[in-house]
């Protein structure tokens, strides 16, 4: 019936009945979210009520330990609907259980007729196995448009998904508006062409390609998330994956009298952030206009995949790492990223960064997010650091979904449902699918990638790891349980217009 599955469920017989009678008894943000969720398909009013009651969807915060920040309980029956939580997060996750719980018309963007809007009788105790459930999406790569991303929240939220990663930057593309440096959009948020097919055919579109979003822009993405219990990590990926930045500034790079052009290929550029003072200030004022738009107390700032050979042929670089006592020119990355922790530590923030900085020397506190491997999650919880479970072998959603030929071209291979569903991420912060988007050029390529893949994996952070057999495998009963589920949930996908991938089984 529901995804994810609640933590404790009983279903009995009976129901209650919505009607232009029904009100609501809730904070205003909730009763408003809602609204906002169920009056455009069935067309009631819901009306605010000062007390709970007969015919009222009570929606309540109490004192209840026991719930955490974003559990709830939820009791329907035919004299209304009563939902407890200790913060109104869990109410908000309550909302989301409520709209599942009614027929699947009520995804529909504009009015149904004809439907029944009833409520099954049930009993509900539901709280999330792990605070940080999270998605990527690249905007980097390609500039998906607004509209996508609003959509792209709307439905993190109707899988309990609490966090958007929105990765802004990189050697294609500077999305994020920057004041201070206006040519990092004007100049790196276009570049002349793309490749055309994989990367390993060498071939180019020859279309240019570009865009970027205004920080008004964000600010308005940031607080509709926000009203669906969404929060907004921001990534400026530094000092790698930065060709757009120098093609804007040269001064930022390793060579200022070269003029580099936004990348148009895929991979790892060679090009990375030079270390002289003034380029580490400037990265603090960026830091500044990012922490104005994204209230989130996380930022993340990259460090994966940070070529140093630039930093070894530079005496400066060179200079700096023997004056600090550096081993080698390779830990200056964890040096420098040190710096922008210490820096946004000044603003109230938390530093997150890739699992490449375990090597090179991850700043006190930092939150890793171990992408390389399994064995990246253990090194992060070894080194004493909070760690988000986003390995490429489980939560890597732009690879594909099967070997089959007729699959859309993906940077790699292959995913299936079956192994996300099974994956056990251990005693960490949390989960987190990535949507990397070299190969999503469309809304409907992200999609088609991201579900249903992300709902196996919401559930897997929201309602813990299902177990599995001595071979890592979901038993069957457990497995066609959650199929059953998932084809529920996939009727209302359709009904929300999202263009997912049919499972395979």
């Known amino acids: 019936m529901l995804l994810p599955r609640p933590t404790h469920l009983i279903r009995e017989a009976g129901h209650f009945a919505l009607d232009a009678a029904t009100s609501v008894c809730a904070p205003v943000g909730v009763a408003d979210l809602l609204r906002e969720l169920l009056t455009p398909a069935t067309g009631?009013?819901?009306?605010?009520?000062?007390?709970?009651?007969?015919?009222?969807?009570?929606?309540?915060?109490?004192?209840?330990?026991e719930l955490g920040a974003e559990g709830y309980r939820l009791r329907v029956d035919p004299a209304g609907v009563r939902a407890v939580a200790a913060a109104e997060a869990g109410l908000r996750w309550a909302v989301q259980t409520l709209r599942q719980l009614l027929p699947e018309q009520v995804y529909a963007a504009g009015p149904v007729t004809g439907v029944p809007w009833r409520l099954p009788m049930v009993e509900i105790v539901d709280v999330p196995a792990y605070p940080w459930r999270g998605s990527l999406l690249d905007v980097a790569r390609w500039c998906h448009p607004l509209p996508l991303l609003y959509r792209y929240v709307d439905v993190l939220a109707m899988h309990k998904l609490n966090t958007l990663h929105l990765h802004l930057t990189d050697d294609q593309g500077w999305r994020f508006e920057v004041r201070r440096y206006p040519r990092l959009?004007?100049?790196?948020?276009?570049?002349?062409?793309?490749?055309?097919?994989?990367?390993?055919?060498?071939?180019?579109?020859?279309?240019?390609?570009?865009?970027?979003?205004?920080?008004?822009?964000?600010?308005?993405?940031?607080?509709?998330?926000?009203?669906?219990?969404?929060?907004?990590?921001?990534?400026?990926?530094?000092?790698?994956h930065?060709?757009?930045?120098?093609?804007?500034?040269?001064?930022?790079?390793?060579?200022?009298?070269?003029?580099?052009?936004?990348?148009?290929?895929?991979?790892?550029?060679?090009?990375?952030?030079?270390?002289?003072?003034?380029?580490?200030?400037?990265?603090?004022?960026?830091?500044?206009?990012?922490?104005?738009?994204?209230?989130?107390?996380?930022?993340?700032?990259?460090?994966?995949?940070?070529?140093?050979?630039?930093?070894?042929?530079?005496?400066?670089?060179?200079?700096?790492?023997?004056?600090?006592?550096?081993?080698?020119?390779?830990?200056?990355?964890?040096?420098?990223?040190?710096?922008?922790?210490?820096?946004?530590?000044?603003?109230?923030?938390?530093?997150?960064?890739?699992?490449?900085?375990?090597?090179?020397?991850a700043p006190a506190g930092a939150t890793v997010f171990a992408w390389r491997g399994i064995d990246?999650?253990?090194?992060?919880?070894?080194?004493?650091?909070?760690?988000?479970?986003?390995?490429?072998?489980?939560?890597?959603?732009?690879?594909?979904?099967?070997?089959?030929?007729?699959?859309?071209?993906?940077?790699?291979?292959?995913?299936?449902?079956?192994?996300?569903?099974?994956?056990?991420?251990?005693?960490?912060?949390?989960?987190?699918?990535?949507?990397?988007?070299?190969?999503?050029?469309?809304?409907?390529?992200?999609?088609?990638?991201?579900?249903?893949?992300?709902?196996?994996?919401?559930?897997?952070?929201?309602?813990?790891?299902?177990?599995?057999?001595?071979?890592?495998?979901?038993?069957p009963g457990v497995w066609a349980e959650f199929r059953s589920r998932l084809t529920g949930q996939l009727r209302r996908l359709d009904r929300a217009g999202v263009s997912y991938r049919p499972p395979d089984d």
């Not at 060498?202 to 865009?211: E, F």
């Open 44 to 65: 009631l009013p819901l009306p605010p009520v000062g007390a709970p009651g007969e015919g009222v969807i009570s929606l309540l915060v109490r004192d209840d330990p």
């Open 242 to 361: 930065a060709q757009a930045a120098i093609a804007a500034y040269p001064e930022f790079g390793n060579d200022p009298t070269r003029q580099l052009a936004v990348g148009t290929t895929w991979g790892i550029s060679t090009h990375v952030l030079n270390l002289e003072p003034a380029t580490l200030a400037a990265v603090h004022h960026i830091l500044d206009e990012v922490v104005e738009v994204f209230p989130f107390e996380y930022v993340h700032v990259g460090g994966d995949e940070v070529p140093t050979a630039e930093w070894a042929a530079n005496p400066a670089a060179v200079a700096r790492a023997t004056e600090l006592g550096l081993p080698r020119v390779a830990d200056l990355q964890g040096w420098w990223t040190g710096r922008l922790a210490e820096h946004l530590a000044g603003h109230g923030r938390r530093t997150a960064v890739w699992d490449e900085l375990l090597d090179r020397g």
């Open 185 to 240: 959009t004007e100049v790196g948020g276009f570049r002349v062409a793309s490749p055309a097919g994989h990367l390993r055919d060498g071939r180019s579109d020859g279309v240019p390609h570009g865009g970027w979003y205004r920080q008004a822009e964000l600010r308005d993405l940031v607080a509709y998330a926000a009203r669906r219990g969404v929060r907004i990590m921001p990534e400026i990926d530094l000092p790698g």
């Open 376 to 475: 990246r999650i253990d090194a992060a919880r070894a080194a004493g650091l909070p760690v988000v479970a986003a390995p490429y072998s489980h939560t890597y959603f732009d690879w594909a979904e099967s070997d089959d030929p007729a699959e859309p071209l993906a940077i790699a291979g292959v995913l299936p449902l079956r192994t996300v569903y099974g994956f056990q991420p251990g005693d960490v912060l949390g989960v987190q699918g990535q949507l990397w988007s070299e190969y999503l050029p469309t809304e409907q390529r992200v999609w088609w990638r991201a579900f249903p893949r992300l709902a196996a994996l919401a559930e897997v952070g929201w309602s813990g790891p299902v177990p599995t057999d001595d071979t890592g495998a979901v038993p």
